[in-house]
């Protein structure tokens, strides 16, 4: 059964930091690319970042380009999200999705249950 | 970025009802769209895509259909367990991914 766990969110101030974990099972971790995804409370879904297992490529959302950090450890099938430079607008839950497929085929298949980021003095 | 709006933004329905929720992309995205069901307190679950493609194990009342820019998710017969809020999202120009707003179905 495919799972995604998410830790390490919390209450942060403004201008710290925090780093995110999402911890994969069941099914081969290092041969899928990965990615956050935020919700603001009551609001809708916002993409943050993925992370692309075939090229190496990371993408970021202009939100958080310069601010956040993408990656991974294939060996402790994990993901990671560090969040520097945190903003009241940064509060969230964040969701880790598997990306699957391309093309036509892309989907964000499984998600974790998330881990909620509150940015606030 | 791909703009994605949805409408309606919420609406109100009763089990067994035919239920159209519209997505409409800024620019043609080819069937590169995926719909998403969350509910509150809850993470979201791929329910389509490819703009018509049921994921494994979604239920088959739920179907999509559209391209280029006008997409559509329909249930064919509204169930208890479907008051949630849908989203779309666009993944043919990326990044980024952009999500619709959501639309929610709630109880009449």
């Known amino acids: 059964e495919v799972q995604l766990v998410e830790s390490g969110g919390g209450l942060v101030k403004p201008g710290g930091s925090l780093r995110l974990s999402c911890a994969a099972s069941?099914?081969?971790?290092?041969?899928?690319?990965m990615n956050w995804v935020r919700q603001a409370p009551g609001k809708g879904l916002e993409w943050v970042s993925s992370?692309?297992?075939?090229?190496?490529?990371?993408y970021y959302a202009d939100s958080v380009k310069g601010r956040f950090t993408i990656s991974r450890d294939n060996a402790k099938n994990s993901l990671y999200l560090q969040m520097n430079s945190l903003r009241a607008e940064d509060t969230a839950v964040y969701y880790c999705a598997r990306w699957e497929g391309a093309a036509t085929g892309l989907r964000f298949d499984y998600w974790g249950q998330g881990t909620l980021v509150t940015v606030s003095s | 970025a791909v703009r994605m709006t949805q409408s309606p933004s919420s609406f109100s329905a009763s089990t067994g009802d035919r239920v159209t929720i519209t997505c409409r992309a800024s620019q043609g995205i080819s069937n590169y769209l995926a719909w998403y069901q969350q509910k509150p307190g809850k993470a979201p679950k791929l329910l389509i895509f490819?703009?018509?493609t049921l994921q494994s194990g979604v239920p088959s009342r739920f179907s999509g259909s559209g391209s280029g820019t006008d997409f559509t998710l329909t249930i064919s017969s509204l169930q208890s367990e479907d008051f949630a809020t849908y989203y779309c999202q666009q993944y043919y120009y990326y990044p980024p991914f952009t999500f619709g707003p959501g639309t929610t179905v709630d109880i009449k």
């Open positions: 992370i692309i297992v075939n090229t190496g490529n990371i």
């Open positions: 490819g703009a018509s």
């Open positions: 069941g099914f081969t971790f290092s041969s899928y690319s």
